[in-house]
């Protein structure tokens, strides 16, 4: 197998860039993937208020029987200008918070075990939950990999 990004993941925009206010970002179905990754980029402008972070799960990608799915780390990087590494971190009570560091560029990374949602209830679909913030800009991208399917046989993760 290549060592090819396309071949071998099924990327998925879940949130244009946007600022969050009344934006939900999709759901996807991991159904079909052994791990998924998903990737937060955020631009600071001025006097910026962060964006809680969450992550929701359901039964279909329409979010039916959505409800929390709870997780205790993540990896960020505060200041994407001055350095690439991603630092592991705590998370409480399931959420955070990004950062509000004026006019900075930040990354966050969220490792899921699909196997983590609730599957006895049929829960294979997940989302990232973000809550209001003002001045700054975010997008979300899922990342699945571990694939049952590759190259041009992978199945969408956009429908059920």
Known sequence: MKNRLSENAKVVQGLAPITPSTSTPDY?????????????SVDNGDTVTGSAI????????????????????????????ASDTLVETTVASDTFTTDTTNAKNLLYVIEVDPASLDCDNNFDCIRVGTANAANTVLDVVYVLTDLRYHGAGMPTAITD
């Open 28 to 40: 996807i179905s991991v159904r079909n993937a052994g791990h998924l990754s998903i990737i937060i």
């Open 54 to 81: 969450t992550l929701l799960q359901a039964t279909v990608v329409a979010g039916t029987d959505e409800k929390a799915l709870g997780f205790t780390t993540m990896y960020a990087n505060t200041d994407t200008g």
